[in-house]
């Protein structure tokens, strides 16, 4: 029966190291996927801070970075039309089981969760994308480190936070 | 510059597939329930290391390590960690989401720009404090069959225990 079993994550993954390496390529990017330098960056703009000792130290990359979420942003929306899957929604289907209904409680503990994520990709110097699946490919010693620490928190406080009222 | 914002496109058409975009399956990851994304990304970290290696040696691509700064990485792993599993979304996936339509993620972005200027704003205070600085290191051999044996033995753990991960809980649908 193994057989007639979906394998997209196998497909999925495959595919998504490839890009990394073509995108590392000298000839391309120069350099791998990376994520979160795009908030800071993104932010010093809005804020006027480009005269700042960190904006300067991230120019180049958080540039990039911003481009590659905008990107994010295109592709999420171009596959939700092609597969008839957009929809506005604001409470998903598990924080509504464990946390529940509220819109307004939902979107402040995002706002919450999103500056906890973001002020840690920062402290650390990467995040999911620059940490773990590029670090991971170069086999960097501060991102197996990253990936160690984050896995331990992110269990610990998933139980914690959603555990209790399943 | 092109590059970065069609890596976005493909990365989301691509991660969208497994629903890595999706709160259920990110915290359903949190609470030990549903492996779809751990097992994509051990796949493509256990494919691209050994990928990597041989474009690096062709002399086709350069180390970009990041510095390992214990109190840092450290630090900001237990936070990062911990935003994940209240928010559902990464950093990169934060935008794929909210272009499916998922409005929570469009608040985790704003909380993430609020992160990026608050950080901003400490940085000159607080980068002393970070350290020790132990460098860009990885964990590449002098030799290059040491370097071979060492990436193939990565790679093969990680495809393994993506595959156990998978027998132990098989993907649905």
Redesign the interface.
């Known amino acids: 029966m193994r057989s007639g079993r979906p394998r997209r994550w196998l497909w999925t993954g495959i595919a998504l190291g490839l890009l990394n390496v073509v995108v590392a390529n000298v000839h391309l990017a120069g350099r791998p996927i990376g994520a979160s330098t795009g908030y800071p960056w993104a932010a010093a703009v809005l804020a006027g801070l480009r005269d700042s000792l960190y904006f300067r130290e991230i120019d180049v990359a958080g540039a990039w970075e911003l481009l590659f979420l905008a990107g994010g942003f295109v592709g999420g929306l171009l596959g939700a039309f092609v597969t008839r899957s957009f929809r506005l929604r604001t409470v998903p289907a598990l924080w509504e089981r464990t946390r529940g209904p509220g819109g307004g409680r939902r979107l402040a503990w995002a706002f919450a969760g999103g500056f906890v994520l973001v002020l840690g990709a920062r402290l650390a110097g990467g995040c999911s994308s620059g940490h773990v699946l590029s670090g991971g490919m170069q086999l960097a010693a501060s991102s197996l480190l990253f990936a160690v620490f984050v896995l331990l928190s992110f269990v610990v406080t998933a139980r914690w936070f959603y555990g209790g009222a399943r | 510059?092109i590059?970065?914002?069609?890596?976005?496109?493909?990365?989301?058409?691509?991660?969208?597939?497994?629903g890595i975009?999706?709160?259920?399956r990110v915290?359903?990851?949190?609470?030990?329930e549903d492996f779809?994304a751990p097992?994509?990304?051990?796949?493509?970290?256990?494919?691209?290391?050994l990928?990597?290696l041989l474009?690096f040696q062709l002399?086709?691509?350069?180390?970009?390590?990041?510095?390992?700064?214990?109190a840092?990485?450290?630090?900001?792993?237990?936070?990062?960690?911990?935003?994940?599993?209240?928010?559902?979304?990464?950093?990169?996936?934060?935008?794929?989401?909210?272009?499916?339509?998922?409005?929570?993620?469009g608040?985790?972005?704003?909380?993430?720009?609020?992160?990026?200027?608050?950080?901003?704003?400490a940085?000159?205070r607080?980068a002393p404090l970070?350290g020790p600085d132990?460098g860009?290191?990885?964990?590449?051999a002098r030799s290059l069959g040491a370097t071979w044996g060492?990436?193939s033995l990565?790679a093969v753990a990680?495809l393994a225990a993506?595959f156990l991960l998978?027998r132990r809980r098989?993907?649905e649908?």
């Not at chain 2, 002399?59 to 214990?70: M, R, T, Y």
């Not at chain 2, 209240?86 to 989401?97: E, F, K, R």
């Open positions: 510059m590059v970065a914002f069609l890596a976005g496109v493909v990365v989301a058409l691509l991660i969208q597939r497994v975009t999706r709160f259920d915290v359903g990851f949190g609470l030990l779809e097992k994509t990304v051990l796949v493509a970290v256990g494919v691209s290391s990928l990597f474009e002399g086709w691509a350069v180390l970009n390590v990041k510095p390992l700064i214990v840092g990485v450290v630090g900001g792993g237990i936070l990062f960690g911990a935003g994940m599993a209240v928010l559902g979304y990464c950093p990169g996936t934060m935008p794929m989401a909210l272009g499916e339509g998922s409005l929570d993620a608040a985790g972005m704003a909380g993430g720009l609020l992160a990026g200027l608050a950080f901003t704003e940085y000159p607080l970070l132990l860009d290191v990885n964990l590449y060492w990436v990565f990680c993506a998978d098989p993907s649908s």
